[in-house]
């Protein structure tokens, strides 16, 4: 296949395409505008690929979108671009608007021309993949999952400009007939996440000898997935998904935020004891919790294990323990991290 890939410079998108290189025959063209959370270093063992190019370009330039897939001819679009910092959208949430809303929207709309320019016979092989996430569906009590099923209720900014975004591609499917897949999948973590994501964010911390911040009483509770787990069902969802289906995606790996931090002390404590020999379970500390905070996220994968024949490959313990870097990734257009830089306090979305 030829993808298209936008946000592929990111820490999900990168991912993919480094399982897509490494793993199948596919052509991937990456669209990335280069954020702050952007990061061509994730993509240096695929970056003299022959079936690999990667152009910087905005999703929400609707001519450039254009362009782009009319030149590149692809099989399908898998869209990754987005704003994804819970906290960041409190702040500004005019930036999810912008990316996660009327990108989409600019996406599909450059789509449907495209695939309305393509020979009928052509017409059946294109799909439109949206990446999307757990939070679109609200918070859990205490029992129950996510379904495919679920309604959307979203809370925060981020998980409404998400929805939103999944509205859309629902829509265009349904209206215009494009040919639609959406997956929505738990919290990720692994190689070159960005440092404001709580499992980074925690082993920086703990590292520099700095306070390991927490929300409220450490009692969120999040759904955990190692990165490549999620590529690999990305893969399985634009190869072999059903167009106007919806595809939930976790390991069933939950922890509570506070146990989260606990374990990763401990992980450290054997890989990099402290100089003066204390736990690094003593940094932790409890602060102010975020506004709106959702107690409980955790997802349903029946569809996905039973239709497409995914299941993880890592367990919670495994995938952090397997991959624990040696220093912070280096993005693109961030300095690097010292001890004494101000580093800031996210939670996981």
Known sequence: MRLLITGGAGFIGSALIRHLIAETEHE????????YASNLSALTSVADSSRYRFVKANICDAARMRRLIANFDPDGIVNLAAETHVDRSIDRPEHFVQTNIVGTYTLLEAARDYVSCLAHACRGRFRF???????????????????????????????????????????????????????????????????????????????????????????????????????????????KGTPGETYNVGSGAERRNIDV??????????????????????????????????????????????????QPVYTFETGIEVRIPTKPAMHSNVKPATCSDPKPAGVPI
């Open 28 to 35: 991937i063209l990456n669209v990335d505008k280069l954020t």
């Open 129 to 239: 993949h949206q990446v999307s996430t757990d939070e679109v569906y609200g918070s859990l009590g205490e029992i129950g999952r996510f379904a495919e099923t679920n309604g959307y209720k979203p809370r925060s900014p981020y998980a409404a400009s998400k929805a939103a975004s999944d509205h859309l591609v629902a829509a265009w499917g349904h209206t215009f007939g494009l040919p639609v897949l959406i997956s929505n999948c738990s919290n990720n973590y692994g190689p070159y996440q960005f440092p404001e994501k709580f499992i980074p964010m925690c082993i920086i911390k703990a590292i520099c000898g700095e306070p390991v911040p927490v929300y409220g009483v450490g009692a969120n509770v999040r759904d955990w997935i190692h990165v490549d787990d999620h590529a690999r069902a990305l893969r399985l969802v634009i190869e």
């Open 261 to 310: 931090a606990y374990s990763l002390c401990a992980i450290l404590d054997d890989f990099r004891p402290r100089a003066e020999g204390l736990p690094y379970r003593e940094l932790i500390r409890l602060v102010a919790d975020r506004p709106g905070h959702d107690l409980r996220y955790a997802m349903d994968t029946e569809k996905i294990r039973t239709k497409l024949g995914w």
